[in-house]
C-alpha cells in the first residue's frame, strides 16, 4: 500500500528535489542562528525590518499574555473575538485606508479564504503563472474557471478579460512576487480591471511593512490606495509575527465573516499574537519603521553592485541546474551565510535559484560580506 511513497521520495531523491527539515536555532532573531552546528547570517528569512525581535513587539506579547488567556479557545464566531483581535482589525484598516478589516490566521488560510468567498463555478479568475501557491490552491478549492496568464503580461490580462463573458471576473495577484522579487504592473493592471468590470484582489505579502510611505504597500507606493476590492498581506514576513489581514468595504469584510470557510472553521489566533502583530503596525508606520525601510534600501542598493535587476528585498540569483543551486547554497553556509536554494516545483523547471532576502536587521558589513562571496562565483 505504501510503496507509491517508498517510490515518490526515492525519485525525489535522485532527482535532487527532496526536502527535509533541518533544524535552525535562532541566537535571539530570526536573522542570525545556527545550523547543521555552524553558525551563520540568514538571508533567508522574511524577517525583511527584523521585527521578529523587536523588544516592543515582545513586551506587547508579553503584557498581553499576563492579562489574557494563552488560546483564544474557539472560532472567532463562537467565542473567540477578544477585544485583542478588534483593535488589531481597527488599526490595520486605518493602515490600510480602507473601512475594515479581518484578521485570518494565515496568509495561506486568507487567500483560501478570499478566493473560495468570492468565487464560484461560474466565475472566471484569472491569474499570474508565479501567483502564490496558497491563490492557486484557493482558486482550485473555488471551482470557478481558472485563467493562467503569463507573469506579469498585461497584454494577456487583457485579451482574456475582453474574451470573458462571464457575470463576475477575478483578477488576483500578488504585489511583489515570493521567488522573483519582481512587482506587478499595478497600474495598468488596476486600469484593466476598471475597464472589463473585474474585482481586483492583491496579495501585498511581501509588500506589507516594506513599501509605501507607512509601509501599506505597493498600492500605496504607487498611489493607488482604494483601488483594489480586496487587499491582503502578511503579518509574518516584516511585520515579524504571524497571521494575516484583508482590508476593504465594510460590506464585504462582513460578507468574509460569513463565508469564508478557513476564517470560519478554526480556533482564533492567541491574544499575545494578536497583540504583537498591533505593535508591529505601530511601528511600520512610524517614524522608526521609515528609517529601517531607508536601511533596506541601502542594502539593496549594495545588492544592485552584483544583481542590476534588483527591484525589492527578494533578490534571486537563477542558475538553473537543481543539483548545482543546492551546492552553491551549502558553499554559501560553510562560509557562514544561509541562502536557501528554491527548486522546483516552487519554481518552474530549469529555474532553480538562490533567494536571497534582505532585512533592515542585517549589519552593513553583513551585507558586504555577501556581495563579497556573490561575486567570488561570478
Ligand atoms: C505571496 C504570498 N502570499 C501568501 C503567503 C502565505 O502567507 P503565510 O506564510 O502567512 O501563510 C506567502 C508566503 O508564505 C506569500 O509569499
Known sequence: ??????????????????????????????????????????????????????????????????????????????????????????????????????????????????????????????????????????????????????????????????????ARKIVVTDTIFSMDGDIAPMPEIVDLCERYGALLVVDEAHASGVFGKSGAGIMELYGLTGKAFLEMGTFSKALGVSGAYVAGDRKTIEYLVNRARSFIYTTATPPMVCAACASALDIVSSPEGEDLRERLRNHRSALRAIVPTAMTQIIPIIVGDTDATVRRSEDLRDKGLLVMPIRPPTVPQGTARLRISLSAGHSPEEVAMLCALLRSFS
Open 1 to 166: 500500500m505504501t510503496d507509491f511513497i517508498s517510490k515518490e521520495l526515492q525519485n525525489l531523491s535522485e532527482t535532487d528535489l527532496k526536502r527535509n527539515l533541518r533544524e535552525f536555532i535562532p541566537d535571539g532573531s530570526a536573522l542570525r542562528g545556527t545550523i547543521d552546528g555552524r553558525r551563520v547570517v540568514n538571508f533567508s528569512s522574511n524577517s525583511y525590518l527584523g521585527l521578529d525581535s523587536h523588544p516592543a513587539l515582545k513586551k506587547a506579547a508579553i503584557t498581553a499574555l499576563e492579562k489574557w488567556p494563552v488560546g483564544a479557545s474557539a472560532s472567532r464566531l463562537i467565542t473567540g473575538t477578544g477585544p485583542w483581535v478588534r483593535e488589531l482589525e481597527e488599526k490595520t484598516a486605518a493602515w490600510k485606508k480602507r473601512e475594515a478589516a479581518l484578521y485570518f490566521g494565515s496568509g495561506y488560510l486568507a487567500n483560501i479564504g478570499i478566493i473560495t468567498a468570492l468565487a464560484d463555478r461560474d466565475t472566471d479568475l484569472f491569474l499570474d503563472r508565479f501567483n502564490h501557491a496558497s491563490i492557486v490552491d484557493g482558486a482550485i478549492l473555488s471551482r470557478a474557471r481558472l485563467h493562467r496568464y503569463a507573469h506579469n503580461d498585461t497584454k494577456e490580462i487583457e485579451r482574456l478579460l475582453a474574451r470573458s463573458t462571464a
